[in-house]
């Protein structure tokens, strides 16, 4: 089974809700201060590393411990890895991800020309890696995002191309309109689609292994952005924390319910510290604050997109 | 001084020439095993990773030792060390290029909503950093590229965004054409001029923060960019083993022979394979022919700018 139909079965049998894992190390810190009081820090700068990596490692261990019950698929940023100069730790986060049974992607939005996309693509798809998909970017074209493709087929991985972000000035580009009336996102997507059907050249499968990035806060391109990729696995960004609701995220899902995925993070991670639930947990409980809240977006999900099916 | 002044004055001083360094550790396994001999690994796997770093480095080491009296300025592709788990010594290079002299270019492209952006804008961007400058991509928009641009204008380094690429399939998306008759890459090169105003409000640089990458393969349009984004740095990569010659180049520079800086890389490389320098070079002396063709290509680049000028 390859990774997109895995990915249609986690769907199914446990929902759609992807936890995010952004862990920006300077707010961990303030959250390790606030329930422990204030860290003391040695003097050797080495030392200092490795209590940042330990408090790096724990976080994210205690945030895939928790959720594992709730949730089937991780979302992992290697940003906010890269920006304290902890790459090693983001494939070690993966790999433990992967060994408590995850369905593990890695959030990179890679790209380059075709020499350098092929390096990216042995490092994040052979069969060794950690990673289930990716998602990369499309700008570059075709031959840019081949050698992702290439090696897709080989291993059974998945990619997730942005076609439609979920930030505000993702209109800028995305949205301009081209002389044939259609906008730059919906051409994305019909390369996204040539690609995907690239990669599953009988058409036997539901879902190939070229998936869309479509963001949760634009509900009426999403709508379009289906049609034009009825075979397209949607990972779906900007549900929580960057304001789109549950009712927003329907239209990104296929008749029976599958084809797409909804991803929270700051959401989930930051739920200790949110309206609905401040009053319930203090900052020493945050991963059981995230719990309790990946357990209610599941299920709110879940019964939005039923509702949703049964209309 | 601001990067892109600095910029502007090697370019003045010691010519154009960028030596780009894509180390493919493939590559450089076999050119090791060509010049030493097949390579007699132990068993031990981390005896092996320690191997392969140290051979890492030591490529690179001699490729940026080699070029020093002929180039100013280094493009470093991560890529090529992500690949291979040595995103440390991505790091320790750069430091290293930093130390000796060069202007160093963090060639990433990386992009991605404002809170992510501004961990990857921390990370690179700080004074801290060996990087004078990054490539960036500009799918996400403004607030995607808004903590590049002001940490830049904090301090003082630079960002190339990507507006057209060398590459063939690039015209898929980029060369689109939009319903007021202009093209994708010029509307993302008004806002690449829009970006660069934000980090010079004064409009007193030559050269704001915010440059392009304009691939050295579309002479053409890289006319009509040049005249978009007068204040705004060329970075031209295609020059060399992508096909671009000298003269495709010069259209890109301003009318004092500044403004832009043209990217080698497998040119200079693996310039011991090449037609030009393989009966002088033996695979055992490739940093000598490196610099030889280092040492040409910038000649050739300073006399078709001064040509070019002249007309």
New interface residues.
Partial sequence: MNAMQRLNQIVKERGPLVAGL?P?IRKILSMVEASQGKSDFPDDIMDEVNILESQMWDFCEEYLEALQSEVGIVKI?S??F????M??VY?EIAKFAKELGYFVIGDL?????????E??A??FLCDESPFDAITI????????IKPFLDLAKETGKGVFV?VK??????????D????D?KT?YM??AE?VSQWGNYTNPDGDEDYNLVGAVVGATHPEQAKELRKIMPNTFFLVPGYGAQGATAKDIVVNFDKEGGGAVVNSS?GIMMAYNSKRWKDQFTIEKWSEAAKSEAKRAQSELSAEVEAYLEE
């Fill in positions: 952004d920006d940023n940003a906010f890269e920006a304290c100069g790459e090693y494939w939005k890679r790209a380059d020309i075709g020499n350098t996309s390096q990216y042995n490092a970017n499309p700008y570059f074209g075709t031959d840019g942005l972000t979920s930030n505000t000035s993702s209109a800028e580009i995305q301009l309109v081209l002389e009336g730059v051409k994305v390369l700051r």
